[in-house]
């Protein structure tokens, strides 16, 4: 995996700790980074295909962390309107 879909030049470190390989590493796969109008219906398909892979928990802890417009694309099967949703959810309990 690169650092794309981030505004960095450096991958997401979770992939550094972690003993598993994401299901996504090194592809370059444009349905994980979508135009805004085809986020949600490729979110939608994603849930599935992220929601198995061994790393889907370090990615979604590791996505939600990061700035809120540091990311784009799809990470852990979320869209950038479901990670700034899911922060305000974690903020206000």
């Known amino acids: 995996m690169s650092a794309r879909g981030t505004r960095s030049s450096q ?16 592809t370059e796969d444009p349905v994980f980074f979508p135009d805004s109008e085809t986020a949600a219906a490729a979110a939608e398909a994603l849930v599935l295909y992220c929601g198995r892979c061994q790393m889907h928990d ?4 590791w996505a939600l962390a990061q700035p809120v417009d540091s ?3 799809i990470w852990a099967g979320t869209t950038h309107a479901q990670r ?3 922060r305000r959810r974690e903020q206000a309990a």
């Not at 991958?11 to 090194?26: H, K, S, V």
């Not at 370090?58 to 802890?61: D, P, Q, S, T």
């Open 84 to 86: 700034r949703r899911l």
């Open 71 to 73: 990311l784009y694309g």
């Open 11 to 26: 991958p997401p470190d979770f992939l550094d700790r972690a003993p598993a390989e994401a299901a996504c590493a090194g």
């Open 58 to 61: 370090e990615c979604r802890e």
